[in-house]
């Protein structure tokens, strides 16, 4: 996909799989309810950022993409990546070294 503006916005997210996201909620919720409830944040977040006009968008998904949720979604011009690297702090340096090598000049990275 092209590059659009000189700015970027990323989206971290982890890949909805039950029982490996908000795995703090399981002492006081099941399983499929945690599941369910991630599910709801991750539509509201990739909702608010297709909201946005002035930048290329895109989804860090981590540690895969293998429950198929990403590759399900309608053609949104968000483009997708796996996030790179041993912790948070690796993960979020790499993803912003990689869109300024894309030559964006301005980057943020939410979720």
């Known amino acids: 996909m092209a590059k659009n503006h000189d700015s970027a916005v990323i989206l971290f997210a982890r890949d909805p799989v039950l029982g490996k996201v908000k795995t703090r909620l399981s002492p006081f919720l099941k399983d499929e309810t945690i599941l ?21 968008l895109f989804v860090g998904v981590s540690p895969s993409s293998e429950s198929g949720f990403f590759s399900a ?24 070294q990689d869109r300024f090598a894309e030559g964006y000049e301005k980057v943020v990275v939410i979720g």
């Open 36 to 56: 369910e409830l991630y599910t709801c944040f991750l539509f509201d977040s990739l909702n608010k950022i297709r909201q946005i006009e002035n930048a290329d």
């Open 73 to 96: 979604m309608p053609e949104t011009g968000i483009r997708l990546f796996i996030q790179n690297g041993n912790d948070l702090g690796d993960k979020m340096r790499q993803a912003i």
